[in-house]
């Protein structure tokens, strides 16, 4: 991009945003210029970042934006369209990017449960270490069942601790490592329990217990620890950006998550607290649960790829964004 000629193309139209920005008043016609010319200018930033990254420029830019934007406060649509921007576009657009890392860990975590609760329950005298037979008995016939006590307190309860897991993996995530040590401390305690449930002969007790509200509980772990391993590799391997710019965007991006991931807990432990152990039949339990899933999917599969096609990733508009430093492509 030849950046002088591109800022004599629009010179006319940023002096022209900065004006509108300080005027004390404005008329309708002109508080529709000024959004017309914020717009373009926003376009034009985004262009000057990726093909003429002159630090001046970007500058000036983004303090014309702020002005802008700042002037327009008044004018701003009303906090329920933000809210319902976040949770149409920026949400299942942000969770639609790490679709595949979600994937990846879901399948990692079932191999690793099933795997250590077949070969516990193929190795009886290993289990007996693990958990001894009086254990095993007094938590299949009490424990197990008797923690799933219905109630508005258990919920609360659940939702809590399961914010506390999904936090964990997001705080660890540019570690790396710890967010795979959590992943796999989860994933062997389910195995252990799975395998002391099927020597029991109560196997079916377990996933009754389990999937109704474990299909979307532990799909929210999934996105917390795949949104923490996505922060280590925009560490790791940041591409052509700098490694803090690439973090910060990846971060913003996956904060987005973190606060959708609070509404799914909370479903999920709505669910364990008011479903699982309900007098409800089975069937009824499960069908919850797969239907609660299912949704969570539909909503990243269509509203994610729709936002997603349509430019947004879940982070920050450019000018909210702040200024980083431009560099040479």
Not at 35 to 58: E, F, I, N
Not at 213 to 230: D, P, S
Not at 291 to 296: C, E, H, P
């Amino acid at each position: 991009m030849d950046l002088d000629a591109y800022t004599r193309a629009h010179e006319t139209d940023w002096v022209r945003l900065e004006a509108l920005s300080r005027q004390s008043r404005m008329t309708g016609a002109q508080v529709d210029e000024l959004v017309r010319l914020y717009q373009a200018t926003a376009t034009d930033l985004s262009m000057v970042r990726s093909g003429a990254p002159d630090a001046r420029t970007v500058m000036r830019l983004s303090q014309v934006l702020t002005r802008a934007r700042t002037r327009l406060t008044g004018a701003h649509a009303p906090v329920w369209s933000e809210v319902a921007r976040f949770f149409v576009v920026s949400l299942p657009s942000a969770l639609y990017m790490i679709r595949w890392w979600i994937v990846s860990v879901m399948v990692s975590f079932v191999s690793v449960g099933f795997a250590v609760g077949w070969y516990l329950y193929e190795n009886q005298d290993l289990l007996a270490s693990v958990i001894s037979p009086a254990e095993q008995e007094s938590y299949v016939n009490d424990a197990f069942a008797q923690y799933y006590d219905p109630g508005a307190g258990f919920a609360a309860q659940v939702w809590t601790n399961n914010a506390w897991v999904a936090a964990q993996c997001v705080a660890f995530g540019i570690t790396g490592v710890l967010v795979v040590y959590v992943l796999f401390s989860n994933a062997l305690g389910v195995g252990v329990i799975g395998a002391v449930m099927a020597t029991h002969g109560e196997l079916g007790l377990f996933f009754e217990l389990i999937l109704p509200h474990g299909m979307l509980e532990l799909t929210a772990v999934f996105v917390a620890a795949a949104a923490g391993l996505r922060i280590f590799w925009a560490w790791l391997a940041p591409g052509p950006r700098p490694r803090s710019q690439a973090l910060a965007a990846t971060g913003r991006s996956l904060f987005t998550v973190v606060l959708g991931l609070v509404v799914v807990l909370g479903v999920s432990g709505l669910i364990e607290g008011f479903v699982t152990g309900s007098a409800l039949p089975s069937w009824a339990k499960l069908t919850i649960g797969a239907a609660a899933l299912a949704g969570f999917w539909t909503y990243v599969l269509t509203l994610g790829r729709a936002g997603f096609r349509a430019g947004s990733t879940g982070d920050l508009e450019p000018d909210r964004a702040g200024y980083a430093v431009a560099t040479a492509a």
